[in-house]
């Protein structure tokens, strides 16, 4: 007879990695995630809000302190082992969320709060509630006795969350932590003792790797947790930071599940080699002398650089080589000067980086915001800072690595929520097992999509967002104008301040006071200018009276690898039912075009461009170049989730059980 597992044995929980699928089973499982987005799936959750309304009539006229009775008595009879969820539990935690947080969950909220709790990615859209719906789906899980974590886009976003959820979680019995990037190690383990822990990927993922290393051969969960144990009695012992991984429930998934999977996460630990250094200055010195399609080759949509022979004979007629050994393997040193090419082609200063404090701070590209204290690997890094003048950092040397699909497959359960999950549902069923469905608006869409206008030149394009901007500013509305990078919306600033327009800028140089610009933007008459999804996660609130002129005006100034993106930025306007507006500025020769267009289409559209008849054709390029960079971003993904399969089966200790 098959014994239950000892209690520290299922406290420290990490799933099982799935077997890669082949032939039919593909096919299966793909047809199975189709099942489940099935429109019947809504409808009988429908019914389960509608039993749960009726509970929470019954709650509301309740005193306080009978309230308390009803949610002990409500806590102490949650069963995890039933799997499903009560509807008096759910009506129970929105009658919290309406005396704590004067917020009233939507009937379309309680049908989130259901979506995630059977592990579904719930798609909803921007302004319709996702943080409380979140909050709500967390309380209920603590409730099941297991550790909880809300995993978010930003540092900003889980310290804010927490904060305002706190008084909620409180009342409920739940505990509730958080941890940032800031957050010291004793503190980090403080809070992942809580009930409820609200952090990011990055910061999840690397703990679990750091209590990896601690562990070294103690890689069975129940071996690990009797380790952790007995070694926090020993004096001098280890101590793991997490208590395992149970349950996750991620807000912006897209940008977790999606946009962070392109690259590892990496633990690294400084190594010092003066060799490494002339090696990358003397690459950077080849480097940014070679010439294009003499010296090199680029192929800019897998964002690659390849050195030929003449390449090769060029560098070696340059000389000032430095001498050592990494130099004068041929191998490293080829490896090297296309690092450099790299560098000089597809790493630009205001896009990919900025440099600030004479150091060279990486820039998260999905969401134009700032990651301190992170580098790129292989010597990259160095390069760069070589490129812009800096002193070189110590390079580093990596001790242990993970893609973050192969982190969050760990988890017993995992749930999410997100404005654009149609466009990587099947990816992430695939990858993850979880399947997505749409959640209704609570109010119909006002929102208003003005068109897109191309324009065959920068100065063009430039000309015509300035005057939509001001036609917008004198109706009385609010302006929020995206931007690609850094530079893009400090130059579109300084062309408005120029012609008397104030605006704010947002932007990975100008974070410090994110949420008060974003609390602003609503503002009649207010211009922000943002890149990329800067603010993302906090609602553009209207001022008063602003509704009556239109609402929140979005301008696009350039459009994004992925439609998700696109429509991330659109969704800022019309929350909650509000009118709103969105027009497009694109350029025929914008990135996105150059990238992923034949040249002989570009050349097409630059022909065709105002011609009545034929205005689709850009629409249609647009289309088609989105979903080629869409497919190109996922091939990255996919080779990153096998080149992490690769490193388990050729390094057998770092195979979890």
Not at 88 to 109: D, G, I, N, S
Not at 295 to 317: I, M, P
Request: contains cysteine; proline residues 3%; aromatic residues 8%.
């Amino acid at each position: 007879m098959r014994t239950a597992p000892s209690e520290y044995q299922k406290s420290f929980y990490q799933r099982l990695g799935e077997k890669e699928l082949k032939g039919l089973d593909v096919l299966a499982k793909k047809m199975a995630g189709i099942w489940k987005r099935r429109a019947g799936v809504r409808r009988s959750w429908n019914r389960r809000v509608e039993l749960a309304e009726i509970h929470w009539k019954e709650l509301e006229p309740l005193s306080e302190g009978d309230l308390d009775r009803r949610i002990r008595e409500c806590r102490g009879g949650f069963k995890m082992s039933e799997a499903k969820l009560s509807e008096e539990a759910l009506a129970v935690v929105c009658e919290v969320a309406a005396r704590t947080l004067k917020l009233r969950p939507y009937p379309v909220q309680m049908m989130a709060v259901v979506a995630l709790w059977e592990g579904y990615l719930a798609e909803i859209d921007t302004g319709e509630g996702k943080t409380l719906s979140i909050a709500l789906a967390g309380a209920l899980a603590a409730w099941d006795g297991e550790p909880c974590h809300i995993v978010t886009a930003n540092d900003y976003l889980a310290a804010r969350d927490a904060k305002t959820m706190k008084r909620f979680y409180e009342r409920l019995g739940v505990s509730v932590g958080v941890v940032t990037g800031d957050t010291e190690e004793k503190d980090r383990r403080e809070a992942y003792r809580r009930m409820v822990t609200y952090t990011t990927s990055k910061e999840v993922a690397a703990d679990y790797l750091r209590d990896r290393l601690k562990i070294r051969e103690w890689n069975r969960s129940g071996r690990r947790q009797f380790f952790r144990k007995m070694a926090q009695v020993r004096d001098g012992g280890v101590e793991l930071v997490q208590r395992g991984l149970f349950r996750a429930f991620i807000d912006e998934a897209d940008n977790c599940l999606i946009d962070e999977a392109v690259t590892p996460l990496l633990i690294s630990q400084p190594h010092r080699e003066k060799a490494v250094e002339d090696a990358c200055r003397a690459a950077w010195f080849i480097g940014e002398r070679l010439v294009e399609g003499t010296d090199y080759r680029v192929k800019r949509d897998e964002r690659q650089a390849t050195l030929t022979n003449a390449g090769r004979e060029s560098a070696e007629k340059l000389g000032g080589f430095p001498d050592s050994a990494l130099w004068r393997c041929p191998q490293r040193r080829g490896q090297m000067i296309t690092l450099a090419l790299e560098a000089r082609e597809f790493f630009h200063r205001g896009i990919q980086y900025i440099v600030e404090g004479g150091k060279i701070i990486i820039v998260d590209e999905g969401t134009g915001r700032p990651m301190p204290n992170r580098s790129w690997k292989l010597g990259l890094h160095q390069i760069v800072e070589a490129k812009e003048g800096v002193e070189l950092t110590e390079p580093s040397q990596t001790i242990a690595q993970i893609s973050f699909q192969a982190f969050f497959q760990k988890y017993k359960k995992m749930a999410g929520a997100t404005g654009t999950a149609r466009e990587i549902a099947g990816e992430v069923w695939s990858i993850y097992s979880v399947p997505s469905i749409r959640i209704p608006r609570n109010q119909s869409d006002r929102r208003t999509h003005d068109g897109i206008i191309y324009c065959g030149d920068r100065a063009e394009r430039d000309k015509r967002i300035l005057s939509e901007i001001e036609a917008q500013v004198r109706k009385g509305r609010p302006v929020l104008v995206g931007t690609r990078s850094v530079s893009s919306s400090e130059d579109l600033g300084r062309r408005l301040g120029l012609r008397g327009v104030d605006c704010e800028i947002l932007n990975a140089t100008r974070l410090a006071e994110e949420a008060a610009v974003i609390g602003r933007a609503g503002s009649g008459k207010r211009v922000t200018i943002a890149t990329n999804m800067a603010g993302r996660g906090t609602d553009i609130e209207l001022g008063y009276g602003v509704a009556a002129y239109g609402g929140l005006h979005v301008v696009a100034t350039e459009p994004h690898e992925s439609r998700r993106i696109d429509r991330q930025l659109f969704g800022r306007a019309g929350r909650q039912g509000d009118p709103g507006s969105v027009i497009c500025f694109y350029r025929l020769d914008d990135d996105l075009f150059e990238q992923n267009l034949h040249p002989v289409m570009l050349r097409c559209l630059s022909k065709v461009q105002g011609v009545v008849g034929v205005r689709w054709l850009p629409r249609v390029a647009q289309a088609f170049a989105q979903k080629r960079s869409e497919s190109l971003a996922r091939k990255r993904r996919q080779l990153v989730s096998k080149n992490d399969a690769s490193l388990k089966r050729s390094l057998g200790f770092a195979e979890e059980r």
